[in-house]
């Protein structure tokens, strides 16, 4: 935390990620965003060790017999010990079968918030919503992060990560419209009305589906694959490379389930408002990051029955911070 950030009395927006978590201050009607990796990995505990990664100013944490190197950093050192990175989050939730999920994701929110500066200071942070079908440990992930805030010191409120993306892009159009945030391990919808949710739901396959896929048909990891799409991916077709291929394949795939699992819970929903009006869509989230990402999401628009008219479809100008935009916005209301 910087100076600034410990006189900063405002509310915070959290977007706690399965790849990344961001937090959103807002300064002289301008946004701030600080962002860490929601990763870490270990390594075997020795003193220098410790001794040389605090004079490096390296965000570690000593535990029992190993340190944990976190956030920003893991990624950093995974190269230089030629060691994978682990995550605590799977899926949008704390992931069950590791066991540093908790402490690490407790230790990257207190790096990036630090103690709340006045009382009760208000944080807005994300959930996803509900998987269809799925029982889900959503009510669990949601009581520690919120535990991990009030002992920080903050008053926090959970916020689904589809109504906060309504809230960071849709204030134009009176906060009704579908938000949907396309991650690293969902991709989580909220239709709200006037700022009320009225259907959120949430899809499973998304960024980390699209690279464990493309990683099994083209034996490369996983981790070499992600990194390939957020450098140079193009959603334009099929051509010679196999990983372009591969990762173009997947990408078609998780766009045409999203839209069709869109249209089946619009169309099957006992309680739709009527709106007199077209609405506006918006995608957000990294995996809506590349070149002719829209032109595949309208094609399968085109191919489903949507039940709602809408006004536009566009990708958020900043598809990272939207999500902790739109909790801040939030927690600002
Ligand atoms: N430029 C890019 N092109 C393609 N994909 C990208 C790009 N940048 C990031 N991604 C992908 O976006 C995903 C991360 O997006 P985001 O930060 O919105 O997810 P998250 O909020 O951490 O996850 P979730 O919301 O599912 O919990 C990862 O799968 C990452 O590989
Ligand atoms: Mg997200």
Request: proline share 8%.
């Given at each position: 935390m910087s100076k600034s950030e410990e006189e900063y009395t405002q509310p915070i927006g959290l977007d706690v990620g399965t790849s990344r978590i961001v937090a959103a201050r807002s300064a002289d009607k301008r946004y701030r965003y600080e962002s860490q990796l929601n990763a870490f990995l270990t390594l075997p505990y020795s003193k220098l060790a410790d001794n040389l990664l605090q004079r490096e100013n390296v965000f570690h944490e000593v535990h029992g017999s190993e340190i944990v190197v976190a956030g920003n950093d893991a990624e950093r050192f995974a190269e230089v010990f030629h060691v994978e990175t682990r995550r605590p989050m799977q899926n949008g939730i704390l992931n069950p079968q590791e066991p540093h999920s908790l402490a690490v994701v407790r230790s990257i929110i207190g790096k990036l918030l630090?103690?709340?500066?006045?009382?009760?200071q208000k944080v807005y942070f994300s959930v996803p919503a509900p998987v269809e079908g799925s029982e889900t440990g959503i009510p669990y992930h949601q009581a520690s992060i919120s535990q991990i805030l009030t002992e920080l010191g903050f008053a926090p409120t959970p916020i689904a990560e589809g109504l906060a993306v309504v809230f960071g892009e849709l204030g134009d159009a009176n906060f009704s419209g579908i938000g949907i945030s396309c991650g690293s391990g969902l991709c989580n919808v909220c239709l709200a009305v006037l700022s009320v949710p009225v259907i959120s739901f949430s899809v499973p396959k998304a960024g980390d589906f699209i690279d464990n896929q493309a990683a099994l048909v083209t034996g490369d990891l996983a981790i070499r694959l992600r990194i390939q799409k957020e450098k140079a991916f193009r959603l334009n077709g099929l051509c010679s490379d196999r990983v372009q291929n591969a990762l173009t394949v997947y990408y078609q795939e998780m766009i045409v389930n999203l839209v069709k699992t869109l249209c089946n819970h619009i169309s099957s929903a006992q309680k739709l408002p009527k709106l007199e009006q077209a609405i506006p869509l918006v995608l957000s989230g990294g995996?809506?990051?590349?070149?002719?990402f829209l032109d595949h999401f309208m094609t399968a628009m085109r191919a489903n029955e949507l039940p709602v008219k809408l006004s536009e479809v566009r990708i958020s100008a900043d598809p990272l911070n939207s999500t902790a935009r739109g909790a801040l916005m939030a927690a600002l209301c």
């Open positions: 630090g103690r709340a500066t006045v009382e009760k995996t809506a990051m590349p070149h002719g």
